[in-house]
């Protein structure tokens, strides 16, 4: 087909796609210019969430003082928790009823941005907690109406949580990572400004800017659109709509943006245009899996993360064991892309040149070996955990890891070949040590 073979028809498989853009503020100074976007989005009154440590850092100064400069009333929220739970949901949520607000900012992380975007929701329509959650765990029943204006300003790059509809949290009775998912949770604008990362630490910024390649290339070598089963009807289609030619464009400038900036990034910290660029591919491949949606990687993540012993992250404000999102999701990748190397090898060949590999004259068949390589030589410089063993795992921990991610079933759906149990295991396999 004229968008290219990857996309050609198939039998019972989608015929269409659909694009949801977030409307972006990008670059230096824009932070300064919310206060005149709150009144443009019709704010007088606004809630301002934040953590309790960005609370003390530069941005949030920026920010109160643009909004109360422009003569809007602000309410400030500073208990934001850092891995959101349904009971931080809950108190963020009391709070914006009290608060009599007309518009919400958030100043943050993916945590404070989804908590902002919860707090809203369940302010203008309350219900129960699970009422709005993801099926199986909750009825995720679709959201009323629309909600209040919500301007998105983050303060780190990677969870592209101000181009989604998603808010992720733990339900603590279920020991359970889940969310809501639905488009009028996406922020009315994000501003991202990229002064805001200059306080992120560089082992953060390496982790993020992983983070960062994941959603594009797991985007770029989805399931195409075209290869999903067809809707029943013309329905809204899902957030994970499988590699399409719109995420295809985003995916691929994110990758080169993360190839060519992501070593500088972590070696000069001071350096604002080498962050600049990391921010704006955070951006794009946000769009791009807003659309697309991830797969491999990031369901093998959750059971990385979930099943962490003792290891704990230099560079991050804790001292509990932990897997950061953007480690639990690298130290799989490469192993991923040897196996799914051969379905797609002209994108993962794409990929490995976009982040600097010579790629010519390989073969269609080492297309995945050859990413691998390339990835791997990156999380090296970068001073990223060899795999697995890295982060505290041992070869007999496989079993728990596939069970823990096997159903993952929503995002195994999305790779580009099917997935059995033994693939998953022979992948975790694989992933134990890279160097
Ligand atoms: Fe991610």
Redesign the pocket.
Known sequence: MALGPYFSPSPDGDHAFTVEAPKIKFGVGSLDEIGVDAKALGMSRVALFTDPVVAKLEPMEIAKRALIGAGLDVVIYDEVEVEPTDRSFKAATLFAEEAGVDGYVSVGGGSTIDTAKAANLYATYPADLLDYVNAPIGAAKPVPGPLKPHIACPTTF??ASECTGIAIFDLLEMEAKTGIANARLRPDLGVLDPRSLMSLPAPIVAANGF?VF??AIESLTARPYSHRPRPDHAAPRPLSQGANPYSDMACSEAIRLVGANLIRAVEEPDELSAREPLMFAGMLAGIGFGNAG?HMP?AMSYAVAGLVRDYVPAGWETDEPMVP?GIS?IVNAPAVFRFTGPHCADRHLKAAELMGADVRNVPGERAGDVLATQVIDMMRRTGMPNGLSGVGYVKSDLDNLTDKAFPQKRLLDNAPCAVSRDDLKGIFADALSYW
């Open positions: 990677g969870t983070d994941t959603h991830c990031h999102h999701v």
